[in-house]
């Protein structure tokens, strides 16, 4: 038995539950006195699955939703799967315009980016020590003219995203801006153009004027989000938004490219991750196994897709949810939930994000 409880990885425990021990080493590690959430639930594939939590884990999702768009609400879970919007439904900030990507900086404190529209000019900050009050921080006004590789660039910001690259000490500022303007008999053309550009600095309040392309390849590519690598590197997670055809069957998907160095250079993406039509990905890490949870919106707020993996190389499962059918589902997601960052916290915020915001509406 003493051999079976060495078994702690979440790749061990299932493959001894494959071998029919799983129940024993679980029955085993309850008699020792060892938290059943110190191991991987495994079941066959469609079984009723009863999600593991950590006691010390709790996830927030900052979004928007259908009816407000471009307005912060929130949501919480406390395995990762299962979300409940709070605050009754209402809005936990009369100040924040965008679409929502908080990231911790290295002083402890919470920074969220947003605008007021594709057409601001500025990107904003905002502040929090508690994730319950933010207020304004810094603005920030990129230099599109003349940037090497996009000329032409139009005088439009989409959904800014936001790194603190602990490696650097360094904030990773990110969003997508087209060169070529859109035309009726040809819509699609103005989201072909679209590349995601970057600025990297120690402050927000102090970053460079001039942005850069962060992907050497041409391909249209919006949402993109930075993930450092557990294994080493950084992965890329982007939207692929050039339109599906039998030319370019990737289209309309989320996919991700890892490199060695947080600025690349990126290879080209590989194979979808999502169905078409997706958009707006995050990533949280699941109790206990660890697995990635890249969840993704299909557009426009009609519902919540999630892939699944042990590693961000993959390999990358779909998962099943909000299906109206119970026993299909293995997550679920407030109707009319759009897009945002989730990220992971300590269940002691929780509790003190859930007090502030009383009254769920799930």
């Known amino acids: 038995m003493a051999g079976l409880l060495d078994c702690a990885t979440p790749r061990c425990l299932r493959r001894n539950a494959r071998r029919g021990i799983g129940r024993a080493l679980l029955s085993a590690a309850l008699l020792l006195g060892i938290p059943a959430v110190a191991f991987a639930q495994s079941v066959p594939p469609g079984a009723p699955e009863t999600p593991p939590v950590d006691p010390q884990r709790a996830y927030l999702f900052a979004h928007m939703t259908k009816e407000r768009y471009g307005v912060l609400y929130y949501s919480v879970s406390v395995d990762g799967l ?33 605008n007021n529209s594709d057409e601001d000019p500025l990107i904003r900050f905002w502040v929090s020590d508690d994730l319950i009050r933010w207020t304004p921080y810094a603005t920030y006004r990129p230099e599109l003219k003349n940037l090497p590789g996009h000329p032409n660039a139009l005088q439009r910001i989409g959904a800014p995203k936001l790194l603190f690259d602990g490696a650097s000490k360094s904030f990773l500022l990110s969003w997508h801006t087209p060169n070529v303007p859109g035309a009726k008999e040809d819509p699609e053309r ?122 961000l190389e993959g390999p ?9 059918v119970a026993e299909w589902n293995r997550y679920e997601m407030p109707a009319g939930t759009r897009h945002g960052s989730m990220l992971e916290i300590s269940r002691k915020q929780y509790d003190a994000i859930v007090a502030a915001f009383p009254g769920a509406v799930q």
């Open 82 to 114: 299962h979300w409940r919007r709070i605050n009754a439904g209402k809005t936990v900030s009369s100040d924040y315009h965008g679409h929502a990507s908080i990231a911790r900086g290295g002083d402890g404190r919470y920074y969220l980016v947003g």
């Open 190 to 311: 103005y989201w072909a153009s679209q590349r995601t550009l970057y600025v990297i600095g120690k402050d927000l309040a102090k970053l460079p004027a001039r942005p850069k392309r962060l992907f050497g390849w041409d391909m249209a590519t919006i949402d993109t989000i930075v993930q450092p690598n557990p294994e080493g590197g950084y992965c890329a997670v982007i939207k692929d938004e050039r339109y599906p055809s039998y030319d370019w069957i990737t289209g309309k998907t989320i996919r991700i490219s890892c490199a060695a160095s947080l600025l690349g250079p990126y290879p080209e993406p590989g194979p979808p991750l999502s169905p078409a039509f997706r958009e707006a990905p995050t990533l949280i890490r699941a109790p206990v196994s660890n697995d990635w949870l890249l969840y993704y919106e299909q557009y426009a707020g009609t519902s919540y897709g999630l892939s699944r993996a042990p590693r």
């Open 316 to 324: 990358w499962i779909q998962v099943s949810g909000n299906s109206g």
